[in-house]
T-cell receptor, first 115, second 113 residues
Framework: NAGVTQTPKFRVLKTGQSMTLLCAQD?????MYWYRQDPGMGLRLIHY???????AKGEVPDGYNVSRLKKQNFLLGLESAAPSQTSVYFC??????????????FGPGTRLLVL | KQEVTQIPAALSVPEGENLVLNCSFT??????LQWFRQDPGKGLTSLLL?????REQTSGRLNASLDKSSGRSTLYIAASQPGDSATYLC????????????FGTGTQLKVEL
């Protein structure tokens, strides 16, 4: 049981390049989330998904797109990277079953540097 | 808009001391509140989750309390150890619709020998 995994762990991009961050969970969770963490800002929600095939905007969605084609995977895309997107990105997942607990389980993060 | 504040931003204590970390939030219409631990370069690990109807939760040396009406939560750590050194984050989930969390900026704790 690997929990939540993220690929890649670290990436350097040039301004204007594109990339996709992959998140995978093996806990059969319905909900998945993408956050970014910046110094002094805390974690902020980018996009989230309440089930396979569904996505919704969070607090800071501009410049990002997401897809949830399979229940276990949640992809975060940057179509044209900007230096302001330099950050640490965390994926998380949670169950919808209150008896199982609704806590969010986090991946180890992806460090992205945009030059 | 919900805002979550954690004071102090950093704290250094000697080993063995009991300590309290504070979290305040502006909108009392919350569904639950969670405390997380984050080690340097790592993801977040959930420590305690308090439902809005609860007053406190305990796990080992950790005790979290919630006063929803005043918009406050505290995390009490008993007999602190160097292994407790980490950043502690609180997050609130608003009532109604979706498990979306609003995070505080955290308290960086260092427990010294």
């Amino acid at each position: 049981n690997a929990g939540v995994t993220q690929t890649p762990k670290f990436r350097v991009l040039k301004t204007g390049q594109s990339m996709t961050l992959l998140c995978a969970q093996d806990m059969n969770h319905e909900y998945m989330y993408w956050y970014r963490q910046d110094p002094g800002m805390g974690l902020r929600l980018i996009h989230y998904s309440v089930g396979e095939g569904t996505t919704a905007k969070g607090e800071v969605p501009d410049g990002y797109n997401v897809s949830r084609l399979k229940k276990q995977n949640f992809l975060l895309g940057l179509e044209s990277a900007a230096p302001s997107q330099t950050s640490v990105y965390f994926c998380a997942s949670s169950s919808t079953d209150r008896t199982l607990g609704e806590t969010q389980y986090f991946g180890p993060g992806t460090r992205l540097l945009v030059l | 808009k919900q805002e979550v504040t954690q004071i102090p931003a950093a704290l250094s204590v000697p080993e063995g001391e009991n300590l309290v970390l504070n979290c305040s939030f502006t909108d009392s219409a919350i569904y639950n509140l969670q405390w997380f631990r984050q080690d340097p370069g790592k993801g977040l690990t959930s420590l305690l989750l308090i439902q809005s109807s609860q007053r406190e939760q305990t796990s080992g040396r950790l005790n979290a309390s919630l006063d929803k009406s005043s918009g406050r939560s505290t995390l009490y750590i008993a007999a602190s150890q160097p292994g407790d050194s980490a950043t502690y984050l609180c997050a609130v989930r608003r009532a109604g619709g979706g498990n979306k969390l609003t995070f505080g900026t955290g308290t960086q704790l260092k427990v010294e020998l």
